[in-house]
């Protein structure tokens, strides 16, 4: 047994610096970061919020709601029945997000009983 831990020694001495690094890396990766996912949801609002705010002052969109997500983004407004109105708000929210006009889905929303 002595020998082997002779050897083992010996492989580890010639791989010490890298054996360092990784395990400074793995530790590195245990740290928590924290904050990353509330940051992120809060941006995402500032956006629906953003994007929100610019559609209500298109010509015959009315009410608005957005929901933004990875995948795409939901529209809905009270001048969604208008195919023009749903072309300006799909155009905007396109080019709001970078999203293609496939992932915009814009809907009519419905106001107490309309």
């Known amino acids: 047994m002595g020998e082997k ?3 083992i020694k010996e492989k580890l001495s010639k791989y010490k610096y890298p054996l360092l690094v990784l395990l400074f890396g793995i530790a590195l990766l245990m740290i928590p970061i924290g904050g990353g996912d509330d940051s992120q949801s809060e941006d995402v609002r500032t956006d629906e919020s953003r994007l929100e705010a610019i559609l209500q002052d298109v010509s015959g969109v009315g009410s608005v709601k957005v929901l933004l997500s990875e995948n795409g983004a939901i529209v809905a ?3 969604a029945d208008n195919a023009e109105v749903r072309l300006a708000v799909t155009k905007a929210a396109s080019a709001f997000t970078g999203f293609s006009s496939d992932r915009i889905q814009v809907l009519k929303l419905i106001r107490n009983g309309e």
């Open 77 to 79: 407004c009270t001048g």
């Open 5 to 7: 831990s002779k050897k």
